[in-house]
């Protein structure tokens, strides 16, 4: 098993509890961590939902950094691709994920995207829910994805 990296900051009231940041750098970027890592008394990582849109963005929303494709199966690669970020930089693989809860505007639009997320797990097959709501915070986005992993033991 690889070491982990430090935890950005840890929570004030529990030190079981760790904000990851994958770029430090664009910390001031977003309200929001990308993944919340507990270590007691499990050992998990609690990712927030990922969109089409990069991962670190502007808040308030720059229309400029959120010109997504249209079709369903290149969003949800692209919010793939932002969760795969987190994994990586957590030493962990879709194998480590648990739950998936997936939020689509459309449900229509829910076998395409099951294609393209079966692309990252393989066969490998997590608790899932699928919502559908009336519209998600990052603007033109059609799918938004976020997932619990559990780190292997020691």
Request: one cysteine or more; proline letters at 10%; hydrophobic letters at 40%.
């Amino acid at each position: 098993m690889s070491k982990r990296p430090p935890a950005f900051k840890t929570s004030p009231s529990n030190p079981a509890i760790g904000e990851i940041q994958t770029l430090p750098s664009r910390k001031a970027d977003m309200p929001y961590a990308p993944a919340i890592r507990v270590t007691a008394p499990g050992d998990l990582l609690f990712i927030s939902g990922a969109t089409p849109s990069p991962l670190y963005h502007r808040h308030p929303h720059d229309l400029s950094e959120h010109n997504h494709p249209v079709g369903i199966a290149a969003q949800t690669r692209l919010a793939m691709e932002n969760i795969e970020g987190i994994l990586a930089h957590e030493g962990l693989t879709w194998t480590d994920v648990v739950k998936v809860t997936k939020y689509l505007t459309d449900m229509r639009d829910m076998d395409g995207m099951v294609a393209a997320m079966a692309d990252y797990f393989g066969d490998w097959t997590p608790a899932s829910t699928t919502v559908c709501v009336n519209q998600l915070s990052t603007p033109g986005a059609r799918v938004e994805l976020e997932m619990v992993a559990v780190y292997p033991s020691k």
